[in-house]
T-cell receptor, first 114, second 110 residues
Framework: DADVTQTPRNRITKTGKRIMLECSQT?????MYWYRQDPGLGLRLIYY???????NKGEISDGYSVSRQAQAKFSLSLESAIPNQTALYFC?????????????FGPGTRLTVL | GEDVEQSLFLSVREGDSSVINCTYT??????LYWYKQEPGAGLQLLTY?????DMKQDQRLTVLLNKKDKHLSLRIADTQTGDSAIYFC??????????FGGGTRLMVKP
């Protein structure tokens, strides 16, 4: 969905490096999420935020941190990247005012940690 | 935690119907979703069904929900090569969080 953008789209880095993945949205949604996708495992939730002052850990938050700089921006950081963090990372947004609270996904960032 | 299971792979011929199945464990699911992921792209919402419904039809897509058995299916009529993708089911729990299945790769042969 073009309303949810992620940068970079691809990144190769080395073990121990600090990496930041950015997510921006123009949908005006209050809720934002970070997931990682591994083959055969579907998407697993890393962190989520229901508004600018709200940060919550998901299923697999260890080794990650997030920052919700504004309603439209939610960044994911890997403080010291390790090879098993190689994955496809997706940002998503939703609007709690919409009854279904449907999540809309960005195009993804492919991260490779060597 | 809650679990959502899907078969990994489905192959059909162009023009046939495809049926992708999903089972889940959360008895408090409110909505269930089907997402489509094409190569190199994010997840695109295909359709959803509210947990008190048992069927929803949207053009070529039919969603069936058996709440008693916690079984969800997606039927694609007249499957086309452009339908080749990975399909994810997801359930939304009472806390508004999504749990995804592992995805089913649909291959459509000409």
């Amino acid at each position: 969905d073009a309303d949810v953008t992620q940068t970079p789209r691809n990144r190769i880095t080395k073990t121990g490096k600090r990496i930041m993945l950015e997510c921006s949205q123009t949908k005006g949604h209050d809720r934002m999420y970070w997931y990682r996708q591994d083959p055969g495992l579907g998407l697993r939730l890393i962190y989520y935020s229901f508004d600018v002052k709200d940060i919550n850990k998901g299923e697999i938050s260890d080794g990650y941190s997030v920052s919700r700089q504004a309603q439209a921006k939610f960044s994911l950081s890997l403080e010291s990247a390790i090879p098993n963090q190689t994955a496809l990372y997706f940002c998503a947004t939703s609007d709690q005012r919409e009854g279904r609270d449907t999540q809309y996904f960005g195009p993804g960032t492919r991260l490779t940690v060597l | 935690g809650e679990d959502v299971e899907q078969s990994l792979f489905l192959s059909v011929r162009e023009g046939d119907s495809s049926v992708i199945n999903c089972t889940y464990t959360d008895s408090s699911s409110t909505y269930l979703y089907w997402y489509k992921q094409e190569p190199g792209a994010g997840l695109q919402l295909l359709t959803y069904i509210f947990s008190n419904m048992d069927m929803k039809q949207d053009q070529r897509l039919t969603v069936l929900l058996n709440k008693k058995d916690k079984h969800l299916s997606l039927r694609i009529a007249d499957t086309q090569t452009g339908d080749s993708a990975i399909y994810f089911c997801a359930e939304r729990d009472a806390g508004n969080m999504l749990t995804f299945g592992g995805g089913t790769r649909l291959m459509v042969k000409p």
